[in-house]
């Protein structure tokens, strides 16, 4: 039985830009990769392009295992610093491991581009302007995602006591000038939890 309305179509969502330029932009530097091979191929021997695809994954491999062996030490020696009550420093170990580690994917993937690019993010200067510029895009996209409803939410899982226990409730801080040190806020205050 039939009542003549027409039941609406299910509304597909818009996707995203990135969803529509990842896999057009992975073709094209996958087609690129194929045809810059096949040229260094023309233009010498097969066993000129093996080699460098076989020095790729070589050097890749030994950068994945420095980034890693890299990571694991700085790991120890804050836990260490930590068991003994002393503030972990950031030591010239604790950057880059990410970077390098990426450098080496890079490497150990079959192509020239990808090669260049991981050469490229081994060279100290590049590695931190990429790091300077990763970590701009990190604090601007918290900010914003902190002004939205979530914000006070973000901003509670923050309040952390020194020995790592989290504190649920509010801070609130006297304001200067206010008078007396002994200023209590209206309405009610959240339970402390320990």
Known sequence: MTTGAQTPHPVRPRRSRLAT???LGVAAWLVLEVWLLTMVAGASNGLVVLLVLVAGLV???????????????SLTETLQQQQNGAAPAPGPN????????????????????????????????VQKAVSRYAERTFERKLREATRGPLGDAFQQARIHRPDGKV????VIRD????????????????????
């Not at 050097?59 to 994945?64: A, P, W, Y």
């Not at 604790?94 to 993010?121: H, K, Q, R, T, Y």
């Open 59 to 73: 050097l890749g491999s030994v950068v994945v295992k420095r980034a890693g062996r890299r990571a694991f030490k």
């Open 94 to 125: 604790s950057e880059g491991n990410g970077l390098m580690m990426l450098a080496g994917l890079l490497l150990i993937i079959p192509g020239l581009v990808s090669d260049a690019l991981g050469l490229l993010l081994l060279v100290p200067p």
């Open 167 to 170: 504190v649920q409730g509010e």
């Open 175 to 194: 304001e200067p000038g206010s008078g007396s040190g002994d200023h209590t806020p209206e309405g009610p205050r959240p339970p402390l939890t320990r």
């Open 21 to 23: 330029a990842l896999p």
